[in-house]
Structures are given as C-alpha cells and as structure tokens.
C-alpha cells in the first residue's frame, strides 16, 4: 500500500489559495531542478516563500547550542538537467505579532526535529527560522504550517516582512489599547496585496500599544503604528500616532511622524496608499537605496505626505477595509481563573526568576512570565513542553519578542511557583530577562551568509559573564541592554541599544582580525527613541574588557538619576573614545591565546 503524502494527508485542512500556491511553488522547484527557470527568477520566488541559502563551517555548529553533524553532505547548486540543492539551508516561517498557539508550536516542534537540526530560532521580528532544511522539503513544511494556519509566504523578498507587534498587547498596564486585532488585519489586507508587489527591496510594519515602552520599535519601521486616544466632546476616541521612513542597516534613520491622530477607519488606506507611492518611487536598481527612508528623505515629509495623500484620494473603495470596522480587542480566553499567589518562603531561584522575568498583569489575579531563549534557540522537546504549559495554566498562546524571548499571558499569579518548577524541568527558568544579561544577537557567521563577526559567539561569552554577576550588579547597570549585529544589515538592533556591537573585520599586519564596532546610548526605551553613537571598532577578544569598563565608568561618573543614554550625551563621543582608546590594540596571541 501506498504511503499518503502529506499533502494528501492534510486534505482539506490547507486553505485552498496557500494549497496553491504551494503547489506552484513545488512544480517551479521541479522545473529549476530540470534547468528550465533562471536562476535569478527563481531565488525570487523561493525568497518570497520565505526559502533562504545557508552558510557553512564544514555542515558543524560550534556555538555551544546547536552542534549536529549534518546527515547530508554540503554542496553547491550545480548547472544541468538533474540540478539538485545538496547543501540545506534556512527557511523563515512568518508569525504575525510573534502570537502563535499551542497546536501550532506543537506542529512547530515536529517540523523542528523532522526537518531541520531540532532547534527553533526566534528572530528580531517575532519570526521562526530553521535551519538546515532541504529545498526538496519544503512544499511539505508549507503544507504542514498551512494545516494550522501558518504561512511563510512574504517572510523574505521584496514585499511587506511580517508584521510584528508588542507582545504584552492586551495585558499591559500602560497601553492606549490592545492593538492585536488592528495588527493581524493589518496583516491579512497587505499578505498578498497586489499594491505590494513591485518595491525595490523590503518593507516593515509595527504596532506599540503606547509611546514610552519599546513595545512595537515605531521609531525604526518604514511604517510604525502607536496607539493612543483623545476625546471628542463626552467621548473617549482611539487612534494612532503614524510615523513613516525609519530603518537602521548601514544608514540608520528614525522614522518622521506622518499622522498626529489617525482614525482606526483609515489606517489601512492609508498603509495602502504609503505602499503605492513606495513602489513608484522608489528605487529599483540600487538595493542600498532602496527603501522608504531614502524616498522620504528625497522628498521631504510634506511632500512626501502630499503624494501620499493625493495617492489616497485615488484609491478605490476597498471592502477589505471593513477588516478593522469588524474588530475591537482581541479575545483570548484564559486557561484557568486568576488568583492571586499567597505569601510564602520561596526557593531564591524563583524568587531571582520572578524579580525579573514576571510583571502583574492589567487583569487581576493575573501575571505575564518572559521566557528566556539563549541567543534566541529553543529545542523542539522544550517548545512541546511549552506547548503543554500555554494549554494548562495560560491563555493556549504565547508570543515571541523581538528581544529573542517567549511571553506567557494570563498566567494565575497562583501557578507561578508550579510553572517555574517546570521551566526548571525544561532548561528554560533563566532569570534575568530584560536585564543586561539579556543580550540579543542576529545568526551572525554561524549560518548568514553576509555575516563578517560571529555575533552569537560574542553575546554567548557575555551573557554568561555577566548572568554570574546578576545580583551585584549596580541598579543602573542591571537594566541596560546589550545587541550585537554581524553585520551592516543590523538584525541585533544594535542601533537602539544602550550598548551596541556590530561585526566588522581589519586588516592587522597583513591579516584580517575580527572587530566589532562600538555603538553607545541608543535609546530603547520610547520605541528606539534615539540611535546610539558610533565609537571605534575594538578586537573581538577585547570586547569583555570594553563592556566591563564602559559600564564601570558609568557608574562612577554618572549624577544621581541619570540614565546611560542622558549619560552619553552628556560627556560626548570624545570623551567615551577616551576612556577605551587603550583597548583598541589587538591583543596578542601570547597574552591571550
């Protein structure tokens, strides 16, 4: 008897648009394995199916989480009529506001161990990546995501990114409102929208429940979306705050505020007709210049906000923009009842854990816990014993962050000690979570392919310095936050980091040193409100040593109550090139090996 494929299996579980587009995008697999679809055509469509090429260190991982030789030999795509891919590689799984379910992190998991090395790597933007995955395999990783409402459609390309959003949307204390629903219609109306499908390169979106936190990121996406309300007359209104053109990469800029006050109404439109100008006007053929912030900065806002505008008065009527109209605040249904924890002696692991990674929920009785993810990886045994967790005392969802993390909601204050116990049975009850040991890195040289220094490398030796340190650490230390980026592409956000690190390389007597370039009072707070200043590239293996003395320095000379970021402004660039100028010479071999 016949084995069923998974496609088969499924059946009418896969939507029929993903169905077919997954099938198309099977047989253009069949025919570039023939050699009838040129090579740039199809890097294209594998892109905008989230389908990645991978870097390689011999098919080994060194990184002290993942090390799996791999069970296929690593090749390159050779020309001919039976071209095959031998060498694996990654593929980006969209999780719209990083919200995914119990079911689905359980398909998550299986696709983990089947297909790739049994890890899950949680990105920047709040998406899944997997590495090591065969092109072959691929329609039936689709498939099997589509089943339980999954796409990886539009995760890469030039199209609209996944749109992310701020994880403790609906249970924060100090939001406007819960922005989820406005988000994943958001979502929904651009995933495919054919205004979206002719820009020069990517396109990103973001929602903040409010000003101050770093919640969504507004002030770095080419369209950022920040909740708010105001009153008119005896009523209390929503509305957003709309800021456009921000991006970080190798020309950092923040984003413009586009719109004081836009009503709920209009914000698809809007994002529509922001789309349209930005695939007339934007560049096509220089990638370095291809993004919103350069067509923005050409113009200048009022005029940019003109064409927009007049764009706008163009569109037709569109009833998908009913979408919004239909929906309020997103319902989520809690698992148990809340109930607060009573008062007790508590082991100090959870009462280290609960200092730092738990924070009252806006819903009595109520907590959020933040799961800590080192460097972002979590092993498919470990995402079903969340899955496990989300189902019997959560709200069945969790949600990524673009700290790298993994959010529980609408856990019972009361539960909290029974759940620490079994994040301790899972490897996973790290404390320390939106502290200076909570440092975020992008992939960097252990699977990118445009990475120059091995960020995750250098997050991994600092993280487990300074989590020794946690307790006595100075209050205006313990809070700062660390991101490195392995290259100008800045996926670590090391822009808006109180301490950035981006990978370069030097040429030192004749052979290429690894560096990493020092970026010093980014504001995250304020939704990267500020970027930081660029000070000088210092030795990979001296970066410990410049971490440890910038943050004594701050300590030492700070006045009362000032942060890091007030900090810098006030004693300025030269002042900080100073103070680390004696660590920029490479050490050597004989002195540390």
């Known amino acids: 008897m016949t084995a069923l494929t998974w496609k088969a299996r499924l059946g009418d579980a896969i939507p029929a648009d993903l169905g077919a587009e997954i099938d198309a995008f099977e047989t253009q697999i069949a025919l570039k394995r023939d050699g009838k679809i040129d090579d740039k055509l199809f890097a294209e469509t594998r892109l905008r199916r989230g389908v990645y090429g991978q870097r390689y260190d011999n098919g080994q991982r060194h990184d002290g989480i993942r090390t799996r030789k791999l069970a296929y030999p690593c090749g390159e795509l050779t020309k001919g009529p039976n071209t095959v ?72 390309g030039n199209v609209v990114r996944n749109v992310t959003a701020c994880p403790l949307a609906g249970v924060c204390n100090g939001e406007s409102f819960d922005v989820t629903a406005y988000a994943q219609a958001t979502h929904e109306f651009l995933l495919g929208h054919k205004d979206t499908q002719d820009f020069g390169r990517k396109f990103k979106v973001s929602f903040s429940g409010c000003r101050d936190h770093a919640c969504g990121l507004a002030h770095i996406h080419d369209i950022g979306v920040v909740a708010l309300k105001k009153r008119d007359g005896d009523r209390v209104v929503r509305g957003f705050e709309l800021y456009v053109g921000g991006g970080l990469g190798a020309v950092p800029h923040q984003a413009k505020l586009f719109e004081e006050f836009l009503a709920p109404e209009e914000l698809l439109p809007m994002v529509q007709a922001i789309c349209r100008v930005f695939a007339r006007l934007g560049e096509k053929k220089n990638r370095s210049r291809a993004r919103l912030k350069f067509v923005v900065a050409k113009l200048g806002l009022e005029e940019f906000r003109r064409v927009v505008m007049e764009e706008r008065a163009q569109i037709p009527e569109d009833e998908r923009w009913a979408l919004l109209a239909e929906r309020s605040d997103w319902e989520e249904t809690p698992a148990k009842p809340g109930k607060a924890l009573a008062p007790s002696i508590f082991s100090k692991g959870f009462a280290q854990w609960r200092q730092h990674n738990v924070r009252v929920q806006a819903q009595p009785g109520y907590a959020v816990a933040t799961v800590r993810l080192p460097l972002g990886d979590f092993t498919a045994r470990q995402a079903r014993g969340l899955a496990g967790l989300s189902r019997n005392c959560g709200g069945n969802t969790v949600r990524f962050t673009v700290e790298q993390n993994l959010v529980f909601r609408w856990l019972p204050e009361a539960d909290l000690p029974r759940f620490y116990d079994r994040l301790v049975d899972l490897g996973l009850a790290s404390p320390g979570a939106g502290t ?102 210092f030795p990979a293996k001296s970066i410990p040593r410049v971490n440890d003395t910038l943050t004594r320095w701050y300590v030492d000379e700070r006045e009362a109550g000032e942060g890091f970021h007030d900090f810098i402004r006030r004693v300025g660039k030269s002042r900080v090139r100073e103070a680390l100028n004696h660590l920029k010479e490479v050490p050597s071999y004989e002195q540390d090996p």
């Not at 998991?109 to 590495?131: F, G, K, P």
């Not at 392919?449 to 991994?460: N, P, Q, V």
């Not at 313990?478 to 800045?490: P, Q, T, V």
């Not at 950035?500 to 052979?511: A, C, I, K």
Request: hydrophobic letters at 40%; charged letters at 20%; glycine letters at 10%.
């Open 436 to 537: 200076i040991t909570d440092i975020t890195a992008c992939p960097g040289t252990d699977t990118c392919k445009l990475g120059i220094s091995a960020s995750r490398g250098l997050t991994a030796e600092l993280s487990k310095r300074l989590t020794g340190q946690l307790d006595d650490l100075d209050d205006a230390v313990r809070g700062l936050r660390i991101k490195a980026s392995g290259c100008f592409n800045s996926c670590g956000q090391h822009h808006v980091a109180d301490i950035g690190y981006l990978g370069v390389s030097r040429n030192v007597n004749g052979r290429r040193v690894a560096h990493f370039q020092l970026v010093v009072g980014g504001q995250w707070a304020q939704n990267g409100g500020a970027y930081g200043l660029a000070i000088g590239a």
């Open 85 to 156: 891919w031998d060498a694996p590689g990654m593929m980006r799984i969209k999780i719209p506001m990083g919200r995914v379910s119990a079911d689905q992190l359980d398909v998550l998991a299986e696709l983990a161990e089947e297909y790739s090395d049994n890890i899950l790597h949680v990105t920047t933007r709040q998406d899944i990546q997997l590495h090591f995955i065969h092109i072959e395999d691929t329609p039936a990783l689709m498939r099997r995501l589509a089943a339980v409402g999954i796409t990886t459609r539009e995760a890469c």
